[in-house]
Each structure stands twice: as structure tokens, then as C-alpha cells.
């Protein structure tokens, strides 16, 4: 069978497209190389919706942010993902600075960003009584939010794949074949053919698009060093803070996530190797620097988790969004470095235009489509009485795997049988939050290999923490 | 709404003791809420021997120790109901709690035992350890759960990070299973574990024991390869140049245990900073009046027969609260840490108590040849010798009756180390 189209990648970018084409009839696969969406750039960044005063009026970056994040509120209501829409601050430290803050709000007004205002020490002070006192003042955003990257992209793609677009993983494309009317696609998992690509291969989309011979672009892999904090640390702050950014880059952020945690970072360093995910001493000792400069309350001794994050750099500094001069039926969606989640709805929208742009025209509606996602169960969130009414429904909503967290057996066993459900624990994790508390999975984690195991008919030593060679388990005990 | 007159929170060694020790003073109404589908907490797991000496005096397996409580609590009128998670208590003791059977329960106590445990710090506690995030690092009591209760190996070349007693006796378990376990490192200058561990889990197997050396990094992308340890100074930072890289697939972490008191601040319980757990008078009970505290809730232990100890305190206490309704003329005074004591359980005590008052501590450091002194107003009651106090283990000391007949309002009570 061929596919109209072929959409490599699921991560923001590629799901929050191929959810987009299936509002037309178009028979759409999204091809993942690993075990699960959202595992690459879109599972470690900020997890902040920007405003988008940042980027260089005139460039796709400024439009698409701007838009993006006009859409976000919408897109996050259908998809019943959490967003907040919490704002954001520059905060300058000198007089210095707050020339730069202006530029920055003089570049907003440009790129038609709303709600804007230069405040003096003391309006900050009111609003965020926890900033560095030597702060003297600082750019807000009201319109910036928060929203959870990778609750996003599993939503996308649940809705997709309800919208009748499939899903297959573990499909790594090791080469491309153009006959002219369609593409084979060879996978990891066999072949695909298709008549169009879409290119949303994150860090990889330069490897992908030569494979049919577009090498118009390049990406330089930025590493982005992190730490979450305990949700007692989660009300800190409750804007987005930033510092004021230098030739250096944006510096590091002090925000709220919208599950209630701190989360500081990131670091910006170049690196070569594009699986190189591990954190380093002077990356996590400049955000405990930078952190404690800006915010001097935080404290990482309630950290419960390090990681660091990969995003693809354009050399051209703009987005990539467009029908390869290599190619005519390939798109490129590709250097969706930051704003890239702010802009994921719009990029979304202007991916599959330059896509019906190749096609020729719109193609016809899906009259079957939805763009609402029923929302996932969510114990923890529940009253008494919602809670009572739930067991008695489903007494699988009875057990609690998750004591930090409080997930039920109920919501684990429906994130693995979601379309492109949970495979694996990390999958379970993000999915229900199981295992991301204050305790890591210390007590849930073999509960749930066990979970995932009864669902998935496998053994209890097949389960993976992220698919591949990442086994928990050897062999039985003699 | 269910009433009852004592619900005990977690079935473990603590919640079984107070709620056998409650029904003995004479308490009709009790019920054990426990999260996990059977009685006996973590002692389930723990397969290996050297529990009840103290308290039994013979040496039972974990399992064994548990099962002396299990029965009892079957042959009792004590109710229970496993595989029920507690997800609130609030300020006039009402106790939510919900599984499978009953769906959500709502459940009006006269008195509460807190009895939840702890939990092991993760990974994510130790913010310098940097590298790649893979399968194969895990808590020790995880892996001890894999092995012991699914009958799955967990790793095969391990380093264990942390000479805690679970790091120890898992890397006697783990060699037993023919796993090879490389080492066990501390980053402190000495051990945290008892010292029968150590010879009994590692100088028997050979398993080296490096101090004062930490695993700063952790390699490999899909599952553990390797850690990278290092040698550290007095202010523990790792000692630049004495970076070691060491093969293995498996880092297990006995760093540390956190009692899990989310419901009791929930329910508004100040906790000692030190412990972690609940501030409590002499009764174990929290600073919030007909809620009691016992076990690794409370503070984390040593023994099992020290849990069981002080969760017969706190059942009697409850008792007395719901048979008595209260405490009547108590008068509490503070509990004071001199020199090299870290902290003292109970943080408060009732001098009008007539019964003699036993405090539990446990010292900062190590001190070979030291005396334990206890003070009360300047006076030394007490001053014992000690070959070797050490942080790994708890002490006590007893403040007689007739000492606290002497005392009022003002008076002081000083335990301290004297080196």
C-alpha cells in the first residue's frame, strides 16, 4: 500500500503536523525511529510557551512563534493537555541590561507581540517577591505560557491516530528511493512507500533530507542541561524567568511546569555526537550558578532529576520550513530549535500548506475529523466524590501504583492501551506521571514493568525503561 | 462515614505493633489501612537473617519476623485491609483511603498511628552525579525487590554506591546469585551500615569497601556501561585526577532513607527537620493531638526490633487517648542535643509522667571511646561508656522516674557526647 504521505519523526513537530493532516483525506503514517513519540529534542527542552519577542522580526521564527502561541490555548483545550498561561520576565541586573530589555520589547512590538511592559524594582518585587533583590527591573510578557511538551505530542498523536493515521515505531529510515510517483522508505521496521515526505526529523532532518540528495541546510547539535525540582520548590516563582540574554544566548530560566514542579536550565553547548544526552559538571554547575544568582532561594538539594536535551541549530539561525529545492515532493520541517514549541500549532498549520503546495492544491476534508481528544483519567486531580464514583465504575482506578504521584493501575493500563500507547516504563512515565515524583519509580517502577508486561503480553525481563537495549532485567534468578 | 476508634496507617512492623499493642490496652475498634497486597512492609523482601535478636532473641529472616506480627494480627480483633492506599487525614481525623473493594473510604477515627515507612533517596537526590540517564541505576531496595520477590536478576556486574545496611546486604545477595559485585563505595570517611554488615556482607565475600569515594558520573546510552569514581575530600567534593572508570551495568544506590511523611504534613504535622519525621512527645504523639507516630515514619532505624520498641509506645499512647480521652495534666519540656548528637526522639517529654523515659539519638559522627551523658539541669544523671558510637547506629538513654519527679517548667534535659 502507499501512503499519501510519510511524516518521519514524532516529536512535536511531526505529530502536531501529520494530527493536522488528518483533518483531509489523506492516508498518513508517522514514521518513529524510536520506541515511543517525543523522544528526542521535544522531551527535554523548557517546556515554555515564549511570547516571542526574541526572534528577528521578519523571520519565520517571529511569525510562526507569534502565532503559535496565539493558538496554544485552543490547541491545548482540544487536546486536553494542561496549559498556563503564566507569563514571562526578563529580569535585568544592571542599567546595562535594561537597554537590552528594551530592545527586546521595542523587537516584541515589531514582531506584533501583545501585552508588554517594561517594570521598575519595585512592580517586580511585588510580583515575584523571590528574585534576586538586585534585580532593578524587567521586561513582561502577560501572553507567555507553560504547557508540557511531551503531553502534547502524545495527545497529537492520539488524535491523529483516532483521525485514522498510523503509527509505526522502532523504524529508524536508513534510506529513501525516489520512483518518480512515490518514495520507499526503507525502516528499521521494512519498507514504507509514500508519495510525500514531511521532514520532521529533529536532530537527524539534515541526515534525512540528503538521503534525497537536499543538502541546502545544516543543524549543529546545542546541548541543554537541566534540573527538575520537587514540587515543594513549584511555587518559587510563578512566571517564566528569564535573564536578560547575551551574545552568549538566552541564559538560564527559572520557571513553574504545569504539573507543579521548578524547572532550571538550560545550558547551550555544542556538541558533535547526536545521542550525546548525558549532563557534565560545569553544565549543571552553571545552572546551579546562574540559579542561585537570579532566584537565590532555590535550592537544588530538592532536585529530583538531571537531564539534558539536544536541540538541532540551523546554520541560517531561521526555521527550515519548506519544499526542498532537491525535491519537489519532500518537505522539510526542519532547526525547530527554540521557539520551536511556542510555534509547534502554526508550524504545524504552515508545514502542511507548503506540503498541499507540492500536492498542488488543498486536498479534500476528513468529514470524519476531530480535533478533540478525550481527556486521560486523572486520579490525582479528582474529588472525593468524582474518585468514589470512578472505582465503583472500574475498581482498577481502586489501586494506587504511584504513591508520589497518586496513578492508579486504571490510568497506567490506559496510557498502554491508548493508540500509540506506552511501550515501555519511560512511555508509562510520561504518559501518567508514574515514577516522576519525589521517590523516581523507587517503588512503582517494578509495579509497572509488571503492568506493562500483563498488557503486553512479554515477560517481565522484555519490558525496557526506553526501548532497545535499555533492559531492567536479566534472567530469572536459579 | 465509618467510625472507628484507632486506624493505623501501613501494615508494616510498626503498624502491626501499635495496633496488637492498642488491642492489648483494651482498644475495641481498630483497622490497619496497607498500601501493598500483603502485611509485613519492606520486611517481605528482606529474606536475609539477623532480625529479633533484641526483641525475640533469636535471629529470624525478614519475612520470618513479619509473620510473628501476621499471625497475631490474624488471631486478633485488629482488622485489616491490604492493597488500600491512604490518600489523605485531615486536621479532625478523617481518613480517606481508597481500593479496589471499597472503592474510596471515609473513615472518622478517634486516634491515629502513623506507621508509613520510608523510602529510599533516588538518583535525583544526588545533584553532582552527572552522565547519561540508562537502565540498569536503580535504589538498592528496588533491586532487592526484583530479586527477592520477582525472581528476576537486576544486574549482573554491579558497584553499589552508598554502605548503608541495604547496599550491604545487597551486595551479599547479589554475589550469592553469582552476580559479581565490583565494589561498594562511601562518601563518607566510614560506614553507615552496622558493622556485622560489613564483615558478614563484604569482608566475607571480598567485595572491597572504598571510603571517602563517591561515583561522580554514570556511561552508557541504552544500559548502564560503566561509572566513573572518584576519591573525595573532607568537604566531600570529588579530589580532581582520582577519576577511576569502572566497567559494570548495574549502579546501585543505598544513599540515604526518607520517612514518607506526605500525609503528615498534609494533615498539617510539623516534622523535626533532622529526622524528617513528626516531632512527637514521649507517647509518639505528633504535635497534632490523637495522631501518633512510630517506625521509619518516624525516624529511620537501625532495627526492626527498635521499630517494634517504639510502636508499642505509640499503640499505648493511642490507646490511653481514646480509653482516657487525652492526656490530662501533661507538662512538656523540650529535649536538648549537646555536643555530637544529631537529634533526639522524642523531641518533647511530659515530666509529669510517672514512668521512666527512654531517648533514642543518634550521633553525627564517629567516636571511639566516648561516654554518653545525660543532663538534666546541669546535673549528670548518667554517663555511660562506649567503645565506638557511630551515626550508623541508634542509642538510648533513660531518664529514671525519680529524676523526672524533680523536674518543672523550667527544667532542662541535655544528652551529649563526650569524647
Redesign the interface.
Known amino acids: 500500500m502507499t501512503y499519501d504521505v510519510a511524516v518521519i519523526g514524532a516529536g512535536v513537530t511531526g505529530a502536531m503536523t501529520a494530527r493536522y493532516l488528518s483533518a483531509y483525506r489523506l492516508k498518513t503514517i508517522m514514521i518513529e525511529k524510536l520506541n515511543d513519540v517525543a523522544m528526542g529534542t521535544t522531551k527535554a527542552n523548557s517546556a515554555i510557551v515564549h511570547a516571542g519577542f526574541d526572534a528577528k522580526p521578519g523571520t519565520l521564527k517571529a511569525k510562526l512563534n507569534v502565532k503559535g502561541t496565539a493558538m496554544m490555548p485552543q490547541t491545548c483545550r482540544d487536546l486536553n493537555v494542561p496549559y498556563k498561561n503564566n507569563g514571562s520576565l526578563v529580569v535585568a541586573f544592571s542599567d546595562e541590561e535594561m537597554k537590552t530589555v528594551r530592545e527586546l520589547y521595542d523587537r516584541g512590538i515589531a514582531n506584533s507581540v501583545q501585552n508588554l511592559t517594561i517594570i521598575g524594582q519595585e512592580e517586580l518585587r511585588k510580583i515575584e517577591p523571590n528574585i534576586s533583590p538586585e534585580a532593578v527591573g524587567a521586561l513582561r510578557a502577560a501572553s507567555a505560557g507553560i504547557v508540557c511538551p511531551y503531553e502534547l505530542t502524545i495527545a497529537s498523536t492520539e488524535n491523529a491516530i483516532a483521525n485514522g493515521v498510523e503509527l509505526i515505531r522502532n523504524a529508524g529510515v536508513e534510506s529513501i528511493e525516489d520512483l518518480g510517483e512515490e518514495f520507499v522508505l526503507h525502516t528499521a521496521a521494512g519498507e514504507v512507500h509514500a508519495k510525500y515526505i514531511v521532514n520532521a526529523a529533529g536532530c537527524f532532518a539534515d541526515q534525512i533530507a540528503r538521503m534525497l540528495g537536499d543538502d541546502s541546510f545544516e543543524l549543529v547539535m546545542r546541548a541543554g542541561e537541566y ?2 525540582l520537587d514540587r515543594c520548590e513549584g511555587g518559587t516563582v510563578h512566571h517564566t524567568i528569564f535573564e536578560t540574554p547575551t551574545k552568549m544566548g538566552k541564559g538560564i530560566l527559572v520557571t513553574p511546569t504545569v504539573d507543579g514542579n521548578l524547572l532550571i536550565g538550560p545550558t547551550a553547548a555544542t556538541v558533535t555526537d547526536r ?1 550525546d ?5 560545569e ?2 554547575a552553571k545552572v ?1 550558578a546562574h540559579t542561585s544568582k537570579n532566584v537565590p532561594r532555590v535550592t ?2 530538592n ?5 539534558s536535551g539536544l536541540r538541532a541549530h540551523p546554520t541560517s539561525d531561521d526555521f527550515i520550513i519548506d519544499i526542498s529545492k532537491a525535491n519537489p515532493r519532500l518537505v522539510n520541517a526542519a532547526g525547530i530549535e527554540s521557539p520551536g514549541l511556542s510555534s509547534a500549532p502554526a508550524i504545524a498549520e504552515y508545514t502542511a500548506w507548503k506540503l498541499f503546495e507540492a500536492m498542488g492544491g488543498e486536498p479534500e476534508k476528513n468529514p470524519d475529523f476531530t480535533p478533540l481528544r478525550k481527556a486521560p483519567v486523572r486520579f490525582r486531580h479528582m474529588s ?1 466524590e468524582e ?2 464514583e470512578l ?2 465504575k472500574d ?2 482506578y ?3 501504583i504511584c ?2 504521584e ?1 496513578v492508579t493501575e486504571g490510568e497506567i493500563r490506559d496510557a498502554i492501551r491508548a493508540p500509540g500507547g506506552a511501550r515501555d516504563v519511560d512511555g508509562v512515565k510520561r504518559r501518567t506521571r508514574a515514577g516522576m515524583g ?6 512503582c ?2 509495579k509497572v514493568v ?1 503492568i506493562l508486561a500483563r498488557e503486553l503480553g512479554k515477560e ?2 522484555e519490558i ?3 526501548g ?11 | 462515614m465509618i467510625q472507628y476508634d484507632l486506624v493505623v496507617v501501613g501494615g508494616g512492623p510498626a503498624g502491626m505493633a501499635a495496633a496488637l499493642k492498642a488491642e492489648e490496652c483494651g482498644v475495641k475498634k481498630i483497622v490497619i489501612l496497607e ?1 501493598a497486597e500483603t502485611l509485613g512492609g519492606i520486611l517481605e523482601q528482606c529474606i536475609h537473617t539477623g532480625f529479633g535478636l533484641q526483641y525475640f532473641k533469636e535471629e529470624l529472616s525478614g519475612p520470618e519476623y513479619a509473620g510473628r506480627f501476621i499471625e497475631l494480627v490474624e488471631k486478633s480483633t485488629v482488622e485489616v485491609k491490604t ?1 488500600t ?1 491512604v ?1 489523605d487525614i485531615s486536621e479532625d481525623k478523617v481518613v ?1 483511603a ?7 473510604l ?1 473513615i472518622k477515627a478517634t486516634a491515629v498511628v502513623l506507621a508509613m515507612g520510608c ?2 533517596r ?4 544526588l ?2 552525579l ?7 541505576v ?2 538498592a ?2 533491586a532487592q ?3 527477592n ?8 556486574k554491579i558497584v553499589i554506591l552508598g554502605s548503608g545496611d541495604i547496599g550491604l546486604i545487597m551486595a551479599r545477595r547479589m554475589t550469592l ?2 552476580a559479581e559485585v565490583k565494589m561498594v563505595c562511601e562518601i563518607m570517611p566510614y560506614s553507615g551500615g552496622l558493622t556485622r554488615n560489613i564483615v558478614q556482607c563484604l569482608n566475607d565475600f571480598d567485595i572491597p569497601l572504598y571510603l571517602s569515594t563517591t561515583v ?2 554514570t ?1 552508557g ?3 548502564l556501561e560503566g561509572v566513573t569514581i572518584a576519591k573525595v575530600d573532607e568537604k566531600m567534593n570529588p579530589i580532581p585526577g582520582t577519576d577511576q572508570y569502572v566497567e559494570c551495568d548495574t549502579l546501585m544506590l543505598s544513599v540515604g532513607l526518607i520517612p ?1 511523611n ?1 500525609l503528615t504534613t498534609g494533615a498539617g504535622i510539623p516534622l523535626d527537620p533532622v529526622t524528617r519525621g513528626a516531632t512527637v512527645n514521649e507517647k509518639r504523639e505528633t504535635a497534632h493531638s490523637g495522631i501518633f507516630a512510630c517506625g521509619n515514619v518516624l525516624q529511620v532505624h537501625d532495627l526492626v526490633d527498635f521499630v517494634t520498641l517504639e510502636a508499642q509506645i505509640a499503640g499505648e499512647g493511642a490507646a490511653e487517648y481514646i480509653l482516657r480521652g487525652g492526656f490530662g495534666a501533661a507538662q512538656y519540656i523540650d529535649t536538648t542535643k549537646g555536643f555530637g548528637v544529631r537529634y533526639i526522639v522524642p523531641q518533647k517529654i511530659n515530666f509529669n509522667s510517672k514512668k521512666p523515659i527512654d531517648l533514642y539519638f543518634r550521633v553525627g559522627a564517629v567516636y571511639p571511646n566516648a561516654k554518653v551523658v545525660l543532663e538534666v539541669d546541669g546535673n549528670i544523671i548518667s554517663s555511660k561508656k562506649k567503645i565506638k558510637l557511630a551515626p550508623g547506629k541508634m542509642e538510648c538513654v533513660t531518664i529514671p522516674a525519680d529524676v523526672l519527679s524533680g523536674m518543672n517548667a523550667d527544667s532542662s534535659v541535655t544528652v551529649r557526647v563526650e569524647v
Open positions: 534540573y527538575v545521542d544526552l548525558a549532563t557534565t559538571e553544565g549543571l546551579r537544588v538539594r532536585a529530583i532529576t538531571s537531564f472525593a474518585r468514589a472505582v465503583k475498581p482498577a481502586g489501586r494506587i504513591r508520589c497518586t519525589r521517590c523516581q519509580g523507587g517503588f517502577g517494578s509488571e517481565l525481563n525496557t525503561k526506553f532497545d537495549g535499555s533492559v531492567i532485567l536479566y534472567e530469572k534468578t536459579k | 498500601r492493597d492506599m490518600l480517606t481508597v481500593n479496589k473493594a471499597d472503592g474510596l471515609q523510602r529510599e533516588p538518583r535525583g537526590a545533584p553532582a552527572v552522565g547519561t540517564r540508562p537502565a540498569g536503580m535504589t531496595g528496588t525487590k526484583y530479586v520477590i520477582d525472581g528476576y536478576m537486576p544486574g549482573k546469585e553469582g561522580v558520573a556511561h546510552k541504552e544500559r514518607e506526605e
